[in-house]
């Protein structure tokens, strides 16, 4: 069984800060990761998606890959409450169409 | 822009009754998927389909199938409704083609089987 591994939290930030959201996964081969932010009674919305090392920034997410160590976060810069939301984090299957989510990170923005 | 909608947002069914759950995407997705989530049990995986007529087991099929008869359509059926479906049910899809492979979901059902 694949896993994604996600700290459930919750994690607080004052609002303006930065909040830093990990995820490990164990399928060495996988190529492809994602972000979702699903705020409570709703849907998972994709943010970021991201396929090689590095950072990838868009606005105030940053999404940082390393391959080598399985492991993949997400950085939202100058927090607002409106962040507040529990983060997923997704990994698809390298050779079956199929995602394996963590069960993802509660946090809350104070004002 | 994607859009993947669901027949109804909130539904409510008796035990025993067969429920029919539909989602429809607009972006021409060869792959779908419906998921289940309950609270600190995760998104789990029911059926995922990646053509018309194709069908795969996800982790939880017992007590459900599907059908997909048109590509933009996918359906997930409760045989007889038990009150352990009671769930969020989300439907989702995702490309083959090009790159990216961003699933993205529905609105979800929040079924209630009394």
């Known amino acids: 069984q694949k896993e994604v591994e996600q700290n459930s939290g919750p994690l607080s930030v004052p609002e303006g800060a930065i909040a830093s959201l990990n995820c490990t996964y164990s399928?060495?081969?996988?190529?492809?990761f994602f972000w979702y932010r699903q705020y409570s009674g709703k849907s998972p919305e994709l943010i970021m998606s991201?396929?090689?090392?590095g950072d990838k920034e868009d606005g105030r997410f940053t999404a940082q890959l390393n391959k080598a160590s399985q492991y993949v976060s997400l950085l939202i810069r100058d927090s607002q409450p409106s962040d507040s939301a529990t983060y997923l984090c997704?990994?698809?299957?390298?050779?079956?169409?199929?995602?394996?989510f963590g069960s993802g990170t509660k946090l809350n923005v104070k004002p | 822009d994607v859009k993947v909608t669901q027949s109804s947002r909130y539904l409510v069914k008796r035990t025993g009754e067969k429920v029919f759950l539909e989602c429809v995407q607009d972006?021409?997705?060869?792959?779908m998927f419906w998921y289940r989530q309950d609270p600190g049990l995760g998104l789990r995986l029911i059926y995922f389909?990646?053509?018309?007529?194709?069908?795969e087991k996800g982790d939880i099929p017992e007590g459900y199938s599907v059908s997909r008869e048109k590509k933009e359509r996918f359906s997930l059926i409760l045989e007889s409704a038990s009150t352990n479906q009671t769930s969020m049910y989300l439907c989702?899809?995702?490309?083959?083609?090009?790159?990216?492979?961003?699933?993205?979901f529905g609105p979800g059902t929040r079924l209630t089987v009394t």
């Open positions: 997704a990994v698809r299957d390298h050779n079956f169409n199929k995602f394996y």
């Open positions: 991201i396929y090689s090392n």
């Open positions: 399928d060495r081969v996988s190529q492809s």
């Open positions: 972006m021409d997705h060869e792959n």
């Open positions: 989702a899809s995702t490309s083959d083609r090009g790159i990216s492979y961003e699933q993205y």
């Open positions: 389909s990646y053509d018309v007529k194709m069908k």
